[in-house]
């Protein structure tokens, strides 16, 4: 369960690979072109066990953040790059290796930011990952953030002030 989640989180996940995109996507001069981790490929072997390891681990973080009765705890949903561009994928045996749909996260705190960051490069918007990098540009980031926003206004958290500044409730 460790093992899954810090693989996620941020380890060095090896060679960069190149797929080629259906259309333009972004603004570099490979603009048809997707960077992604060659790790990446090896989500299509997870088992359910694994599935399941990753999120009782989850659940267990949440209720370790939760415990003191006044910490929220949110999951962040951030897909990678074969995710969300799986459909513009011109070799189909790349698309659909998400997980997302496959992960039992009911009773986890979602942010589900992977559905605005699909829709964002469905409606054809650029550079929603850096063009030459694995990383979200800066307007997959805006995309998350308000993702974020949004989750921590219908929870109550934070409420939208004057100047659609975010402010913490009885401020």
């Known amino acids: 369960m460790v093992a899954a989640l810090k693989w996620r989180i941020g380890v060095d996940t090896g060679q960069v690979m190149v797929a080629d995109l259906s259309r333009t996507l972004f603004s570099s001069s490979f603009a048809r072109e997707s960077l992604f981790y060659e790790e990446d490929l090896r989500k299509a072997s997870w088992t359910r066990a694994d599935l399941d390891a990753i999120a009782c681990g989850l659940r267990q973080l949440q209720?370790?953040?939760q415990m003191n009765g006044r910490s929220l705890?949110?999951?962040l949903l951030i897909p990678?790059?074969?995710t969300v561009?799986?459909?513009d994928l011109v070799d189909h045996s790349l698309r659909d290796l998400s997980v997302l749909g496959r992960i039992d996260l009911r009773g986890v705190n979602l942010v589900r930011a992977d559905l605005d960051l699909e829709s964002a490069v469905r409606a054809g918007q650029l550079d929603?990952?850096?063009p030459d990098d694995t990383h979200l540009g800066s307007t997959g980031q805006a995309i998350v953030g308000g993702a974020v926003a949004t989750e921590l206004?219908?929870?109550g958290v934070v409420r939208r002030s004057e100047g659609n500044q975010i402010r913490p409730p009885g401020r």
């Open 73 to 75: 705890f949110l999951a």
């Open 153 to 155: 206004r219908r929870r």
């Open 85 to 87: 561009y799986g459909p």
């Open 128 to 130: 929603i990952y850096l």
């Open 80 to 82: 990678d790059k074969l």
């Open 63 to 65: 209720d370790r953040v």
